[in-house]
């Protein structure tokens, strides 16, 4: 089935892309530009756009910044560290990040007449992110059907709804994933800070190295 994946340039989106590849046709990767200061997670997408021999478009959407304020993610507000459990990531919350995103890569997805959406909403975001959860995914997937009624039929794949960022990481060992070709930090500088909590533990409990080339290291 043919399949666009939105893919941030994270570990999540990119096995993601992987995945999409070996179950089904990898019809492009799709990146949005909202005007994150982690913006080099952007370079990472097109490296495994490249990487993956698959189209690769950005959407450039800053132009919503000024109207998304208050996240430490496109804001002056310091990026907290932690588990995505802990109440102090929901600075990182840019609302309705997720639903802005999948419309705009459901309509690609219609006029390339394409089969499928996919995300790499997983587990570990639940807690923290609504648009993660799977209530959200079955809600926005049910809208999207009424919107696209009659005239095109494109699903929603979200694979690592339910699963760990563990388990994303022997997901993405067993498909040959360059994981030191992704990225994490929030912070975006020229390495991850070395507070990426979930990234490290991620590799850890999955019982794979960690390739990642982190500041404290």
């Given at each position: 089935?043919?399949?666009?994946?939105?893919?941030?340039?994270?570990?999540?989106?990119?096995?993601?892309?992987?995945?999409?590849?070996?179950?089904?046709?990898?019809?492009?990767?799709?990146?949005?530009?909202?005007?994150?200061?982690?913006?080099?997670?952007?370079?990472?997408?097109?490296?495994?756009?490249?990487?993956?021999?698959?189209?690769?478009?950005?959407?450039?959407?800053?132009?919503?910044?000024?109207?998304?304020?208050?996240?430490?993610?496109?804001?002056?507000?310091?990026?907290?560290?932690?588990?995505?459990?802990?109440?102090?990531?929901?600075?990182?919350?840019?609302?309705?990040?997720?639903?802005?995103?999948?419309?705009?890569?459901?309509?690609?997805?219609?006029?390339?007449d394409a089969d499928f959406v996919a995300a790499a909403?997983?587990?570990?975001?639940?807690?923290i992110y609504p648009d993660c959860r799977p209530e959200?995914?079955?809600?926005?997937?049910?809208?999207?059907?009424?919107?696209?009624?009659?005239?095109?039929?494109?699903?929603?794949?979200?694979?690592?709804?339910?699963?760990?960022?563990?388990?994303?990481?022997?997901i993405g060992a067993g498909l040959n994933v360059p994981?030191?070709?992704?990225?994490?930090?929030?912070?975006?500088?020229?390495?991850?800070?070395?507070?990426?909590?979930?990234?490290?533990?991620?590799?850890?409990?999955?019982?794979?190295?960690?390739?990642?080339?982190?500041?404290?290291?």
């Open positions: 089935m043919k399949t666009v994946v939105v893919c941030s340039g994270g570990l999540d989106s990119v096995t993601l892309a992987y995945l999409v590849r070996h179950e089904h046709i990898l019809d492009r990767l799709v990146t949005f530009d909202y005007g994150q200061r982690h913006k080099v997670e952007i370079e990472y997408a097109a490296r495994a756009a490249a990487d993956l021999g698959v189209r690769h478009d950005i959407v450039d959407i800053s132009m919503l910044r000024p109207f998304l304020a208050g996240s430490a993610l496109t804001d002056n507000v310091p990026v907290p560290d932690g588990h995505y459990a802990e109440d102090s990531m929901r600075a990182t919350i840019v609302p309705n990040r997720n639903p802005i995103m999948l419309t705009i890569a459901y309509g690609i997805a219609a006029a390339d909403v997983h587990g570990g975001d639940h807690f959200f995914i079955k809600a926005f997937a049910a809208m999207q059907d009424l919107a696209l009624d009659g005239v095109w039929r494109v699903g929603l794949l979200t694979p690592f709804v339910d699963k760990s960022k563990a388990e994303i990481v022997t994981f030191e070709r992704t990225w994490s930090c929030y912070r975006g500088g020229e390495v991850h800070c070395g507070t990426c909590t979930e990234r490290r533990e991620a590799f850890a409990l999955a019982g794979v190295a960690d390739p990642t080339d982190y500041a404290d290291r």
